[in-house]
Structures are given as structure tokens and as C-alpha cells.
């Protein structure tokens, strides 16, 4: 029997592309898939892990810098112990994790990973951490361990969301408000089945022209930007011309992007769905001509939902170039909705797609102590 198990859900989101990485608002919902960690002392110096999903059982002993490229998915569990371990206190300990967040898909199962193996960590071995430790310890280790550069997006919604509610996160401040779902839709999410290639290129030449353009707004404008989220949109409109076209291009998403969140976020309030639809849209169009991280089978979903009877609005989700797409839909006809949309886009010729209902979830939990 593990000594604590400790969950943490997988995500979506709503509104707010590429917005993170660049101090601006983003708008998560977690959803009802989730990665459980057990944890159990063996004491001594030998670490093991096992994962259900790939079927692999590894044994290692933290040393800091020491990598495994043969069992890559280990790295998560090295870093966060050694993160943890500050204080000499942890120990060789047993690891058993499972999942429900479908990988490499887009639903950041990787936060869901990492946040359920910190909090498993924490709790078995008593280390003191603050709640908002865990998503910078998270990011931390997505970006030291793993040397991938996401922002604090996903382990903060694997954190702190709450069950019916999306999650209002200014990245910059880290300040966050739970905005209930409106009553009446649900939400459907299209894996499009393409794993994610160029992803992780594609998503650090976006971070790197991000802030090639603040430097440029910064000449242009002669201020002071420490990011995108110092300047409007209209500032960027006027400048249209000035600046190299794709930089220009990367900047007018960023902004709008913001600007989209904080109105999808009153919309949500105000129980307005069809709103809320309008402004996925044009997330999704953003994403497609100024961001350039669509492809062809998420705008196949994208196109075959936006016409339906009952879908309020679609897009993509996460870092685009595969992954999966959303809905929200009017509730009553999810089901159907899924399978139609579904059918589609086997029949455009995306053979390995597949449609399902999320619904939302809540953050991490300890299961069993
Ligand atoms: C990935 C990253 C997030 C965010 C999205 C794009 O999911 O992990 O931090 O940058 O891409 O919005």
C-alpha cells in the first residue's frame, strides 16, 4: 500500500493562447482527466518509479544534473525531489503513477504529472511549502529538468482551479479569480490524434520573437516595455509598417489575445455563451494568421463545429501544431454533437482523431494520506 496518493487534473483553455509566456491574462478550466502519483518511503538512497501508461519501471538515485535520456518521463520525478530536497529530508521512496489526461494531446497532462508528483512528495515527507510554491516549483522543473520553456499556465490551473469554474490567472502578478461556467453548456474536446512535432521548436521560436518585438516596440515607441502586456492594441495597429511584418504579426495576437480574455472573463459573468463563442473564434483566426500555430486538422474541427446547431464557439487549445481543439456547446446534445463532429473529421481524411465531453475538475487533492 503507497504511504499517500496525490492527484492533479489535466486542463483546457478557454481563452488566453500564448498569452502566458508574455505576462498576460489566460483563462484555464481543468478538466475531469487526472494523473494520480503514489508515493511510498523504502528509505536508503534508491529511487523507483513506475508508469502504468508507457509500462516502464526505472530505478535511480538523485544526483543532482544527472539526466536520463533512456527514461526521459524520470526527469519530472529527479526534479522535483531534488527541488524538494532542501532540506536533506527525502528519502528513497517508491513512485506509481497512472493517468487519465491523454498525452500529447494538448491537455498539459505533463503540469498534471508534475503537480501530483510535488504534492505527493511534499506531503509524504512534511516539506513546508506555500500554496503558490507548487506552480513555480512545476514550471521550475518543466523548464531546468526538462528544458522545455512553458509558462506557469498549467501547473497553476493543475493547481488551484475549482470544480465548475475557469480559471482567471493575470501571469504577471500572479493574482487568480474563479469565474463559475455559465449553467446550460458543456464543453467538447477534439484530439486531433497529431502528435506535436514541431511543438516544442515552434513554441520557443514564438517565445524568442516575442521578445524580439517588445525590444523593437521599445525602440519604436521610445518607452520602456518589460513585456507585451505594457502595449494596447492600438499602439501595435499604429506601428503596423514600422516593424518586421511577422514580429508585428506575433505582437497584434499577444495583445488582442489579452484583451479577449478579460472580455471572455466578464462575458462568463454575465452568463453570455454566445459571446464567449464569438471570442474563441477570433482567438482561433488570431492563432491561425498572426500566430501561425494552427494546422490543418485543428482548423478541420474548428470548421466543422463553428456551423452546428448548438456549438456557441471553437478553437485551438495549448500550444497548437496537433494537440486538440474545444467546443462549447449548448448542453442537452453534447453527445451527439461529439459524435457528429467526430464523423467529420474521420471523413475530411484525419483518421486517428476522436471527440469527447470534459467536464471540469478541480485541482490538486491529496487522495490518501
Ligand atoms: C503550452 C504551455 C503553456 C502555454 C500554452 C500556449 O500549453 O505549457 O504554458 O504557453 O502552450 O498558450
Known amino acids: 500500500m503507497p504511504d499517500v496518493i496525490a492527484s492533479a487534473p489535466g486542463r483546457i483553455n478557454l481563452v488566453g493562447e500564448h498569452a502566458g509566456y508574455n505576462q498576460s491574462f489566460v483563462l484555464p478550466v481543468a478538466i475531469d482527466r487526472r494523473t494520480y502519483t503514489a508515493v511510498g518511503r523504502r528509505g536508503g538512497e534508491l529511487f523507483i518509479a513506475f508508469s502504468k501508461e508507457l509500462g516502464k519501471k526505472t530505478s535511480f538515485e538523485i544526483l543532482p544534473g544527472r539526466f536520463e535520456h533512456s527514461n526521459f518521463w524520470v526527469n519530472y520525478v529527479k526534479g522535483a525531489c531534488t527541488l524538494l530536497n532542501k532540506d536533506k529530508t527525502i528519502e528513497g521512496t517508491n513512485f506509481a503513477v497512472g493517468s487519465t489526461v491523454p498525452r500529447g494531446s494538448g491537455l498539459s497532462s505533463s503540469a498534471a504529472y508534475v503537480v501530483s508528483i510535488i504534492e505527493a512528495v511534499a506531503h509524504l515527507y512534511g516539506v513546508d511549502l506555500d500554496e503558490m510554491d507548487v506552480p513555480i516549483l512545476a514550471q521550475r522543473i518543466e523548464n531546468e529538468?526538462?528544458?522545455?520553456?512553458?509558462?506557469?499556465?498549467?501547473?497553476?490551473?493543475?493547481?488551484?482551479?475549482?470544480?465548475?469554474?475557469?480559471?482567471?490567472?493575470?501571469?504577471?502578478?500572479?493574482?487568480?479569480?474563479?469565474?463559475?461556467?455559465?449553467?446550460?453548456?458543456?464543453?467538447?474536446?477534439?484530439?486531433?490524434?497529431?502528435?506535436?512535432?514541431?511543438?516544442?521548436?515552434?513554441?520557443?521560436?514564438?517565445?524568442?520573437?516575442?521578445?524580439?518585438?517588445?525590444?523593437?516596440?521599445?525602440?519604436?515607441?521610445?518607452?520602456?516595455?518589460?513585456?507585451?502586456?505594457?502595449?494596447?492594441?492600438?499602439?501595435?495597429?499604429?506601428?503596423?509598417?514600422?516593424?518586421?511584418?511577422?514580429?508585428?504579426?506575433?505582437?497584434?495576437?499577444?495583445?488582442?489575445?489579452?484583451?479577449?480574455?478579460?472580455?471572455?472573463?466578464?462575458?462568463?459573468?454575465?452568463?453570455?455563451?454566445?459571446?464567449?463563442?464569438?471570442?474563441?473564434?477570433?482567438?482561433?483566426?488570431?492563432?491561425?494568421?498572426?500566430?501561425?500555430?494552427?494546422?490543418?486538422?485543428?482548423?478541420?474541427?474548428?470548421?466543422?463545429?463553428?456551423?452546428?446547431?448548438?456549438?456557441?464557439?471553437?478553437?485551438?487549445?495549448?500550444?497548437?501544431?496537433?494537440?486538440?481543439?474545444?467546443?462549447?456547446v449548448e448542453s442537452g446534445n453534447e453527445n451527439e454533437l461529439a459524435t457528429r463532429i467526430a464523423r467529420e473529421y474521420k471523413q475530411r481524411g484525419f483518421e486517428d482523431g476522436y471527440v469527447f465531453v470534459a467536464r471540469t475538475g478541480c485541482g490538486s487533492r491529496i487522495e490518501k494520506s
Do not use: W
Not at 512535432?197 to 518589460?226: G, P, S
Not at 494596447?232 to 509598417?241: H, L, M, Q, R, S
Not at 456549438?311 to 462549447?328: D, E, H, K, P
Open 145 to 328: 529538468f526538462i528544458g522545455v520553456q512553458t509558462g506557469i499556465m498549467d501547473p497553476f490551473v493543475a493547481k488551484f482551479a475549482r470544480e465548475g469554474s475557469a480559471l482567471l490567472i493575470d501571469t504577471r502578478s500572479l493574482e487568480y479569480q474563479h469565474i463559475p461556467m455559465p449553467e446550460g453548456c458543456s464543453i467538447l474536446v477534439c484530439v486531433t490524434g497529431v502528435k506535436r512535432a514541431l511543438a516544442t521548436t515552434e513554441y520557443n521560436r514564438r517565445q524568442q520573437q516575442c521578445q524580439e518585438a517588445v525590444a523593437e516596440l521599445c525602440r519604436i515607441l521610445d518607452r520602456n516595455l518589460t513585456s507585451l502586456r505594457d502595449v494596447t492594441a492600438e499602439e501595435i495597429k499604429e506601428v503596423d509598417g514600422e516593424m518586421d511584418q511577422t514580429l508585428y504579426m506575433r505582437a497584434l495576437h499577444v495583445v488582442t489575445e489579452n484583451d479577449r480574455v478579460v472580455k471572455t472573463g466578464a462575458a462568463l459573468m454575465n452568463g453570455d455563451k454566445e459571446f464567449v463563442g464569438n471570442l474563441m473564434l477570433e482567438s482561433h483566426a488570431s492563432l491561425r494568421r498572426n500566430y501561425q500555430v494552427s494546422g490543418p486538422e485543428l482548423d478541420a474541427f474548428v470548421e466543422i463545429a463553428e456551423p452546428l446547431e448548438g456549438v456557441y464557439g471553437a478553437r485551438m487549445t495549448g500550444a497548437g501544431f496537433g494537440g486538440s481543439a474545444i467546443c462549447l
